[in-house]
């Protein structure tokens, strides 16, 4: 049946179908990840699991998001605001270690509600207030912030909202966010893919599947940065506000 198949090189390879459908996933997720910087986890694992097992769709759609990080990091290299980073990724490496040790002691499914109310209480403010008018954050509330995310990440797969609402309340212009944000991101990946292959999470078949994706996260990634650089910056913080969301609608229901 589809919704047990594999994700793996051997079943994409034999089924076109199959392949065409999480590459069309794929495309969409990184084309929306390169428009506003992210949330290309959440579209993909959100979707692929209808049809894929989550255990082979997260440590996919890591190494998806590894290379996407990689990818537009590099691109808007010169755009990074490094002192932001000095203080999100020691707290987002903070999170990571308690996120570990709350997933091994407590049902994550229990959390996500707070997690959900806080994401969509976050969108009210800003509604409120209207994004541009946001209260402009101290750097050092990237320490706190990055906790949250990296808590965040440990328990969902991907610790963003926290870190995006650090950054809009940083006042960052679209390219120095979204930049800012892979760098936070590529710490997270990279912790962890380390973490998933110590688990043998990460197979040999699942990294050869991850390969045939490549193609759609490139034409992906070219289609979403063409529209991040003609959207103006209201559009933008608009376009954040409405994906972050999504995601706390995710995380209530």
């Known amino acids: 049946m589809i919704m ?7 079943t994409l390879i ?12 794929i495309l969409v997720a990184f084309y929306v990840r390169a428009a506003i910087g992210f949330g290309s986890g959440l579209i993909s694992v959100a979707l692929l699991t209808l049809i894929f097992p989550i255990k082979e769709v997260v440590p996919v759609v890591l190494l998806l998001d590894l290379l996407g990080s990689m990818l537009l990091g590099a691109y808007d290299f010169r755009e990074i605001r490094w002192p ?10 903070i999170g990571l270690a308690i996120g570990s040790f709350i997933l091994a002691d407590t049902n994550a499914q229990n959390l996500t509600h707070f997690l959900g109310v806080f994401i969509l209480a976050y969108v009210v403010y800003a509604l409120v207030m209207k994004p541009e008018r946001l ?9 706190p912030l990055g906790i949250f995310g990296g808590v965040v990440g440990s328990l969902y797969g991907g610790g963003g909202p926290p870190i995006v609402a650090y950054l809009q309340m ?14 936070i991101a590529l710490t997270d990946n990279i912790l962890r893919a380390v973490m998933y292959i110590a688990l043998a999470l990460l197979t040999w078949q699942l990294t050869v599947g991850f390969l045939l994706l490549i193609p759609p996260v490139l034409l992906g990634l070219w289609a979403g940065n063409h529209l991040h650089m003609r959207i103006n910056q209201r559009a933008f913080l ?4 409405a994906v972050l969301a999504v995601v706390g609608l995710k995380y209530l229901l």
């Open 238 to 241: 608009m376009g954040t506000l």
């Open 170 to 183: 940083r006042h960052l212009d679209k390219r120095a966010f979204r930049a800012t944000f892979q760098g």
């Open 84 to 93: 932001e980073l000095r203080w999100l990724i020691p707290g987002s490496v």
């Open 135 to 143: 209260p402009q954050v101290a750097l050092p509330w990237g320490m």
């Open 14 to 25: 034999q089924n076109p179908l199959l392949w065409a459908i999480a590459g069309g996933i």
């Open 4 to 10: 047990q198949a594999s994700l793996s090189y051997a």
